[in-house]
C-alpha cells in the first residue's frame, strides 16, 4: 500500500499549488528593482502566492516586491502571464493564519 501512495504523490502535476487560493479584491503596490511603485488589482491570495491584473508587463521570472495592505514589501517571482494577469510566487510564503486573516479581510463580495 506504502507503493501505491508513493505513486499517487509522485503523480501530482509539477504546476499544482503548494496552497490553496481564496479569491480577494484589493489594490496592492508593486516594484521592479530601480523602477517606481505603482497600483495593481491583487486577486487569488495563498500562503505561497497571487494573482495580479496589471497592464504592466513583467517578464516571467522577474523578481518583483508587492505591498499587501497591512504588510512589508515582499519580494516575489512572476510565474505566469495570462494577458494582464500574471501569477506570482512569494520567495518566503506567508505564514498560514497571515495568509487566512488577509484572505478573510479581502474577501471577494
Same mark, same amino acid.
Given at each position: 500500500m506504502l507503493g501505491n501512495h508513493t505513486a499517487e +504523490?509522485?503523480?501530482? /502535476?509539477?504546476?499544482?499549488? #503548494?496552497? !490553496?487560493?481564496? /479569491?480577494v479584491r484589493a489594490r496592492a503596490r508593486y516594484?521592479? /528593482?530601480?523602477?517606481? /511603485?505603482?497600483? +495593481? !488589482?491583487?486577486?487569488?491570495?495563498?500562503? &505561497? #502566492? %497571487?494573482?495580479?491584473? &496589471? %497592464? %504592466?508587463?513583467p517578464q516571467i521570472g522577474k523578481r518583483?516586491? +508587492?505591498n499587501l495592505p497591512g504588510l512589508q514589501p515582499l519580494e516575489a517571482i512572476v510565474r505566469r502571464s495570462d494577458g494582464n494577469n500574471y501569477g506570482c510566487e512569494f520567495l518566503h510564503p506567508l505564514h498560514p493564519a497571515v495568509a487566512a486573516h488577509l484572505q478573510a479581510k479581502l474577501r471577494e463580495g
Open positions: +504523490v509522485s503523480a501530482r /502535476p509539477k504546476a499544482a499549488r #503548494g496552497a !490553496e487560493r481564496a /479569491p516594484r521592479e /528593482p530601480g523602477l517606481n /511603485p505603482f497600483d +495593481v !488589482e491583487l486577486h487569488d491570495l495563498s500562503s &505561497t #502566492g %497571487f494573482r495580479m491584473i &496589471t %497592464f %504592466f508587463r518583483i516586491w +508587492v
